[in-house]
């Protein structure tokens, strides 16, 4: 008997759809929000507000592409956490109201693990290649830096992670120092690759075991930019590719070298990178390089998956369906979730 699960993703800006059966996604429909571009940054209200008028649109069409109706959709799995509190609870109340009004089971997802289960997604076109167990995967993105063992689809354990800011974060707090519009780090990506990656260096964290930081680094930046800009006014401009190709540099590298040291004390050799920030040209290379040096078998997940959306949360929900993991309708969302 086959399994259709309508998976619904708002923890943030994008307010996103998904249609799977058997674990292969049908659909995949996610509405971006550019209102945000103006103000350097997501606001929460704006963006709870443009859930509201784009989760009904996205969900129809999400259905219509994958061609079922309401009636065959056998579990909703929504984003219960981490997330915009306002723009989750936009996304739990469709999810609860859909699954009550159609007497099917409620899966609450939680976003960190759906985006490392990304790499088990199939599409009708392709079908990818998958991780096996024990995997390790590096969750970077704009609020998240951590690595952790995947023992099974279900199972994680959390070895590293960011003390303070998160890599992302990182990015596009320095884009907005260099006046590069949100989100920064595509554009610092896109300007990297026409720069020189050792023409400036930038303070790095020492921070013990597999942690991260990158406070200290954020700051060094800003501080280095700013006494430059006091010599030559028009120091960002005549240099924006080699500052782009630098900070990425030094940002791939301390995530790669806590990576490389993950490998090392626990010997696996499979290594996945997950979330926003594995788009990454630079930290994508980086990854392939390891791959050559230490024989480390890699994994980095299709840009459609890699930002924010519902497949990944269909994919989590599909598995959680298989185990009946459901949740009753008093769910609520979380702000603050992370990886058990």
């Known amino acids: 008997m086959s399994i259709t699960i309508l998976g619904i993703e708002s923890s943030c800006d994008d307010t996103s759809a998904s249609v799977l059966r058997d674990g292969v996604i049908y659909s995949n429909i996610t509405a971006n929000q550019d209102v945000h571009m103006d103000y350097g940054g997501v606001v929460p209200e704006l963006a709870s507000r443009a859930h509201q008028q784009n989760i009904i649109p996205v969900v129809h069409q999400a259905?219509?592409?994958?061609?079922?109706?309401?009636?065959?959709?056998?579990?909703?799995?929504?984003?219960?956490?981490?997330?915009?509190?306002?723009?989750?609870?936009?996304?739990?109340?469709?999810?609860?109201?859909?699954?009550?009004?159609?007497?099917?089971?409620?899966?609450?997802?939680?976003?960190?693990?759906?985006?490392?289960?990304?790499?088990?997604?199939?599409?009708?076109?392709?079908?990818?290649?998958?991780?096996?167990?024990?995997?390790?995967?590096?969750?970077?993105?704009?609020?998240?830096?951590?690595?952790?063992?995947?023992?099974?689809?279900?199972?994680?354990?959390?070895?590293?992670?960011?003390?303070?800011?998160?890599?992302?974060?990182?990015f596009d707090k320095c884009a907005k120092v260099m006046g590069l519009p949100y989100p920064g780090g595509p554009i610092i990506d896109r300007n990297a690759k026409l720069g020189n990656p050792l023409a400036f260096e930038f303070s790095r964290p020492r921070i013990q075991g597999l942690n991260y930081s990158f406070s200290g680094l954020k700051t060094s930046f800003l501080y280095f930019v700013r006494d430059r800009i006091k010599e030559n006014p028009n120091f960002i401009e005549e240099n924006m590719n080699d500052l782009c190709a630098s900070l990425q540099y030094t940002i791939v590298d301390v995530l790669m070298n806590k990576v490389k040291k993950a490998a090392k004390e626990t010997g696996i050799k499979q290594v996945a990178i997950a979330g926003g920030v594995s788009a990454n040209s630079g930290l994508q290379n980086a990854l392939k390089e390891?791959?050559?040096?230490?024989?480390?078998?890699?994994?980095?997940?299709?840009l459609g998956y890699s930002l924010d959306n519902a497949a990944m949360i269909a994919i989590t929900g599909y598995f959680k369906y298989l185990?009946?993991?459901?949740?009753?309708?008093?769910?609520?969302?979380?702000?603050?979730?992370?990886?058990?």
């Not at 609450?108 to 079908?127: C, M, P, R, W």
């Not at 998240?144 to 689809?153: A, F, L, P, R, T």
């Not at 185990?323 to 058990?340: L, S, V, W």
């Open 323 to 340: 185990k009946n993991e459901f949740i009753e309708q008093d769910a609520a969302p979380f702000a603050r979730m992370t990886i058990k």
């Open 63 to 170: 259905m219509l592409k994958a061609g079922v109706t309401a009636d065959e959709i056998d579990a909703v799995a929504f984003t219960r956490g981490p997330g915009l509190m306002g723009s989750l609870m936009v996304g739990t109340s469709f999810a609860k109201g859909f699954a009550l009004s159609k007497n099917i089971p409620l899966i609450e997802v939680n976003h960190l693990q759906a985006h490392i289960l990304a790499h088990f997604i199939d599409d009708l076109n392709s079908k990818y290649d998958h991780p096996g167990f024990p995997f390790l995967a590096l969750l970077v993105s704009g609020g998240n830096s951590q690595i952790i063992v995947v023992k099974d689809h279900l199972e994680m354990e959390v070895i590293g992670e960011t003390i303070d800011d998160a890599a992302g974060e990182a």
């Open 290 to 302: 390891a791959a050559d040096k230490f024989r480390w078998k890699v994994f980095i997940p299709q």
